[in-house]
């Protein structure tokens, strides 16, 4: 036990240090924390033997929950609305898109059987929002027209409709699955959706009428929320993932109280998940078998990012009348990860008949496509002339703070206000905000939180936001 303790803090330490080297050079931590995985793994340096994989998909299920659910809980609404109606079609009809064409190519070019090459292409249809968004703020890339929104919202919202495809294919390849097909993805459609916003607004009513008095039971009621909220999806025959991340979406785009609190939060969760993840994935991985699968491989990676995404990103962005430039550049941040992984490993656990190792093919086209396109997705950004100096990407984001500026207002108190007649504490300031002074009269008040606010006050405020102040 205390053997197993330490070698799991050192290889969060490793993953913690290796990132601060790395990140600086764009480097996604996907690809971090996988290489790390395989240098621990069978075939690596520590030779640690490990193939279990029932166990990583139970921990997988569990990692990617938090990890979907802050793909939505740190999307800024306000800067991604322009933007939603692209980033929803490439995160539907794009992945479905992408998903046929790799289908079609591995069917007809690699010669496996046509639901075998269907699956291939689901596993892999989804881009990856953990190595998006590293790149995107390590080298601090803003994007013009509104791209860096669009590229958050569909890495972050179609690893739903990836699991769903791929289990559409797993249902379609069992005995009598193609009958059940249909009301597979109705209900998997219609109870994430209705779930996740069902459950995030309940949530939201209670956050913002409930005093909880300490301030971390917020962040245990939201993580129970998450975690119920995912379960009662898949236990009625909904899209778990869909709903957390639906949940995320809704609750990290309302007002409600400690919210920066929750932003760091789920922040930490989220890398802790994904590190756990990347790491394990690499663990389970068998070097020495990549060479038996390369030729397929290599030729999947490359047709999927020559072909199959940029027809996708072409077809459908052409609609919304995209200059070439940035459906170019849209067309190569189209990076696979973990999700992908992941969901090759519910492949493998369906309990279908596969006769290629999948995993170690997508586990391949998520390494190369990491490699090569998250590499060179900033010097593309830059030969475009698609990055805007004058702003910043971390307004994409919802937890961007470092970014506003300090200011100074005054607020009157009159009879209309709903703080009037209450304490400091009880006025539900927001977070961030700082009651400097309360000007009553002819007198100057430093107040504390027993004070108490009166018709004819002036409240001197600093803060970065103030769109939650009652004027």
Request: aromatic letters at 12%; charged letters at 15%; hydrophobic letters at 55%.
């Amino acid at each position: 036990m205390v053997t197993l303790l330490i070698l799991a803090a050192v290889v969060l330490l490793l993953c913690v240090f290796s990132s601060k080297l790395l990140y600086r050079f764009g480097i996604p931590a996907l690809l971090i924390f996988l290489v790390l995985g395989m240098l621990f793994g069978s075939d690596g340096l520590a030779g640690i033997h490990f193939d279990n994989y029932s166990l990583v998909e139970t921990i997988s299920a569990f990692c990617l929950i938090f990890i979907m659910f802050y793909g939505g809980f740190g999307t800024n609404w306000k800067t991604a609305k322009h933007v939603i109606a692209p980033s929803i079609w490439l995160a539907t009809a794009g992945v479905v898109i992408t998903a046929v064409l790799v289908g079609w190519f591995s069917w007809i070019v690699l010669k496996t059987t046509l639901l075998e090459g269907m699956l291939i292409g689901a596993v892999v249809a989804s881009t990856d929002a953990a190595s998006v968004f590293s790149i995107l703020r390590s080298r601090k890339l803003n994007l013009k027209g509104g791209l860096a929104s669009m590229l958050e919202v569909e890495s972050g919202s179609n690893d739903p409709i990836a699991y769903m495809l791929t289990i559409a294919v797993l249902t379609m390849m069992s005995v009598g699955g193609e009958n059940a097909i249909v009301p597979m993805v109705v209900m998997q459609l219609v109870f994430g959706l209705g779930l996740g916003f069902l459950l995030a607004f309940l949530s939201s009513f209670i956050l913002k009428r409930i005093n909880f008095e300490i301030e971390g039971l917020y962040t245990i009621y939201v993580v129970a929320v998450v975690i119920l909220g995912y379960a009662l999806c898949q236990l009625i025959g909904g899209n778990g993932y869909l709903c957390v991340y639906i949940m995320g979406i809704v609750l990290g785009n309302t007002k409600i109280k400690h919210k920066r609190t929750l932003v760091h939060f789920f922040d930490g969760i989220s890398w802790i998940m994904q590190m756990i993840l990347f790491f394990m994935l690499g663990l389970l991985s068998f070097p020495s078998q990549i060479p038996a699968i390369l030729i397929p491989a290599v030729l999947i990676s490359l047709f999927l990012i020559f072909v199959a995404r940029p027809a996708a990103v072409f077809g459908i962005l052409s609609w919304f009348k995209f200059p070439t430039k940035e459906k170019l550049f849209v067309s190569w941040v189209g990076m696979r990860g973990a999700a992908s992984i992941v969901f090759a490993i519910f492949a493998i656990t369906f309990g279908v008949g596969i006769n290629n190792d999948i995993f170690h093919i997508v586990f391949f086209v998520a390494l190369f496509s990491v490699a090569l396109q998250g590499t060179l997705t900033p010097l593309l950004a830059k030969k475009l002339k698609l990055v805007e100096k004058n702003n910043s990407v971390f307004k994409t984001f919802t937890d961007y703070q470092d970014e506003a500026e300090m200011r100074l207002i005054e607020v009157s108190i009159d009879a209309r206000n709903p703080w009037n007649g209450k304490t400091l504490n009880e006025a539900d300031i927001p977070e961030g905000v700082l009651v400097v002074m309360v000007k009553r009269k002819r007198r100057n008040i430093v107040p504390n939180g027993s004070t108490v606010l009166k018709t004819g006050d002036i409240l001197v405020l600093s803060g970065e936001n103030f769109d939650e102040i009652p004027l």
